[in-house]
């Protein structure tokens, strides 16, 4: 039964071909008598994708969908519609802002401070040597220590960082993706610490490194071990920590890069094909981990667009998983996603002008049915954001939820001719682009053939060139600018936060059981040669205070490291 048949008796009172006819007279008469006397502002109008936006959109459009096989119910396969039946009416989305910089000891208190504010959910960022698995006194790690989100180096950084915060309580979610593993083992054995067993641990880790030999650059070991790495979590989680989403597959990056919103779907649900594919290829059974899996994705300023874009990533989703891999679990084939705002929107001038496009995007993560949500501060295409500019960030999303509306509702836009023709249109570019990657091989060998890199970069270069062109207008870059004074009150992280680790690594050092350092490496090594489960030895390793730096030198010796051997 087709869209159409159950709209009648409401807004449908004509049949296609009597509507057909009526389109045709108003589009070649009223509509273009106004454009000839009044020109249109664009030769064309499209979204990021190069998809045409039409004037004007009607039952027309979308008759070809059949409403329960294409939209169905929420909480139902498509999931067009969203995974719960009650989306927002039930609970708000997880309110995180993702924060983290110089110490654990001035991390902790700014997770403390936005809990107070009514967050619900923490997420972690770690600079730039933890996310490449080096300890903050190696040489590569100078003046990079806390300077991107907060140092890391052993399970006693880890207790700070979380000191006073019940684990218990709270959802977490850890971008980091090389060094996963490690991280979760230390999160883990803070629990520990607190009282909490694994089987209480809510969050996410992030642990997503096809995106980061794609788009990202935070790798350190080859695909074939990283992969391991990924699909031994995968196992060890679906007993020891089942409620962890173990992998965020990252739109967000790829977006970042340069990536259109279809390639933003085609390229992550790629990724998810790999990861899907290498754990069942391992032995495990789709349904044991498949419930867990989530994604991360980019919440761009075209609001119609990323609706459309969210909807049609969740029906490809549930059809991907059901009919590629034989899901019988409904959860294996629910598509949950966190969404962030889109950083690269942000301007260094007129830097207020970023609540306005947060709050856009926002909307649009909230209006697509998204799982959890950041909000971008208005400083932070300047600095790290300040405490005042994260608290406006968060009182965004409150008074999304709380005074918009938009949340009262289910899936309010559904049934909109354009947005279900662009969910469509979304969805069929984007499984023609996973069709291309299967052809090439799927996603590893598309990146290793540089496939993937090259579609995001010739995307990110036509994007800057409308922008250069003028055909682009971004409010206060490239028009409507004015005579600023310079930025105040940002936030900058002491170099001195340097020193500091490298000071608390040496009381670590000379404090800890070295011996027993030494065996749990050992060991860690000896595991890796083979094909056992890494988590347990990991586990132990953290457990007994041996370093980040230290474990991944130890797995760096065994798998080596990442050499991109791109060719376009």
Known sequence: MRLSAYLKGGIVTLNQEDLKGEYGRWKNGPYAKTCARFPERKEAFKGSSGIEVKPLYTPLDIEQIDYLSDLGFPGEYPYARGVQPTMYRGRFWTMRQYAGFATAEESNRRYKY??????????????????????????????????????????????????????DKVSTSMTINAPASMLLAMYIAVAEKQGVSAEKLNGTIQNDILKEYAARGTYIFPPKPSMRLITNIFEYCSTAVPK???????????REAGATAVQEVAFTLADGIA?????????LDVDDFGPRLSFFFNAHNDLLEEVAKFRAARRLWARIMRDRFGAKDPKSMQLRFHTQTAGCTLTAQQPDNNIVRVTLQALAAVLGGTQSLHTNSRD???????QDSVRIALRTQQIIAYESGVA????????????????DEIERAAADYIRRIDEIGGAPAAIERGFIQAEIEESAYCYQMEIESGD????????????????????????????????????????RDNAAVEASLAALMQAAQGSDNLMPFILGAVRAYATLGEMCGVLRGVFGEYKPTVAY
């Not at 967050?119 to 490449?132: M, N």
Request: charge should be negative; glycine fraction near 10%.
């Open 114 to 167: 936005l809990l107070e504010q009514g967050q619900t959910g923490l997420s972690v960022a770690f600079d730039l040597p933890t996310q490449i698995g080096y300890d903050s006194d190696h040489e590569l790690s100078a003046g990079e220590v806390g300077k991107v989100g907060v140092a890391i180096d052993s399970l006693a950084d880890m207790e700070t960082l979380f000191d006073g915060i019940p684990l």
């Open 244 to 254: 962890w989403n173990t992998i965020s597959i990252s739109g967000y990056h790829i």
């Open 275 to 283: 990861y899907v594919k290498a754990a069942v290829d391992a032995g």
């Open 380 to 386: 932070e295409a300047l600095a790290l954001p300040s």
């Open 408 to 423: 009262d509702t289910i899936d309010p836009l559904a049934g909109s001719y354009y947005i279900e023709a662009l969910t």
């Open 472 to 511: 682009r207008t971004i409010v206060g870059l490239n028009d409507f600018q004015i005579e600023e004074a310079r930025p105040s009150g940002l936030l900058k992280v002491d170099p001195a936060v340097g020193d500091l680790q490298c000071r608390k690594l040496a009381q670590l050092r000379a404090e």
